[in-house]
């Protein structure tokens, strides 16, 4: 495995919000797929962003990606292709890109982080809630500080705040 030629740091608020595809809401893009493809070409390209939840609706659609959706702020419902998961704070739902997705439950404005991975021959990357000690095998991270920060930093073993690490996923 390659390591980054340079570290990735973006502060979630010097990033521009951008309107989804469906128009429907925000995100705020932290890792780009052209990001990840030069700084880890050995992995399948990824995108890192956090979404603005307001309200219930459907998500856009982005066939060929493995989606991986982290509520932040609170718990939501998803229904992906008609089945209704409920989805606590910091968990983390991975799903088809491409399938039937709304948010149908929302207790109160929040936000959720977003991974999405490229369907690809190469090896993919998943998001999960870090607890535990460094321990050398992320790629980045993003730093949960309450519900307005999501900084990403990398390596991201230098960080000890609640956390969201992004890593290589397990090959079976």
Do not use: K
């Not at 982080?113 to 050398?136: E, K, Y």
């Amino acid at each position: 495995m390659r390591e980054p030629s340079a570290t990735v740091a973006r502060m979630f608020a010097a990033q521009p919000r951008v309107a989804w595809f469906n128009g429907a809401g925000f995100t705020t893009e932290l890792v780009s797929f052209d990001d990840s493809a030069r700084l880890w070409p050995d992995l399948a390209p990824w995108r890192l962003s956090v979404a603005e939840l307001t309200r219930t609706g459907p998500f856009s659609p982005v066939p060929g990606v493995t989606r991986s959706f982290c509520p932040v702020g609170g718990d939501v419902v998803l229904r992906v292709d008609g089945r209704e998961t409920r989805v606590g704070e910091l968990e983390v739902l991975t799903f088809d890109g491409g399938a039937d997705t709304a948010l149908v439950e929302l207790l109160r404005a929040c936000h959720a982080v977003n991974l999405m991975s490229r369907d690809d021959a190469r090896d993919q990357v998943s998001m999960r809630h870090d607890r535990g000690p460094a321990s050398g095998a992320g790629l980045a991270v993003i730093a949960l500080e309450g519900d307005r920060r999501f900084d990403v930093l990398a390596p991201p073993d230098d960080v000890a705040v609640p956390r969201l690490r992004i890593e290589r996923s397990a090959q079976a």
